[in-house]
């Protein structure tokens, strides 16, 4: 049984800067294309970045040039570097993949 667990969430105010992480039990991410999306209230959930297992990165584009999807390697971990956080960011944010989805964080962004 694999489980992905984040971790990193908070409340920042905007402008503000949170690093998320996202690592697996019983499995190797390395091998994986991951994914983070997030979904904020009454919304749906939301694609927002993926690393695919040739380390190419994809983001939606309401986070481009803000948020940075990463490997890091010698924790076996994806990591999210989110930067220049705005208000409407607040969601709670899942990773993906392997076929499973972790439990979420939450990231509260105010004004």
């Known amino acids: 049984q694999v489980q992905l667990v984040e971790s990193g969430g908070g409340a920042v105010q905007a402008g503000g800067s949170l690093r998320l992480s996202c690592a697996a039990s019983g499995r190797t991410l390395s091998g994986y294309d991951m994914d983070w999306y997030r979904q904020a209230p009454g919304k749906e959930r939301e694609f927002v970045a993926r690393i695919s297992v040739g380390d190419r990165t994809y983001y939606t584009d309401s986070v481009k040039g803000r948020f940075t999807i990463s490997r890091d390697n010698a924790k076996d971990t994806v990591v999210l570097q989110m930067n220049n956080l705005k208000p409407e960011d607040t969601a709670i944010y899942y990773c993906?993949?392997?076929?499973?989805w972790g439990q979420g964080t939450q990231v509260t962004v105010s004004s």
């Open positions: 993906q993949g392997l076929g499973y």
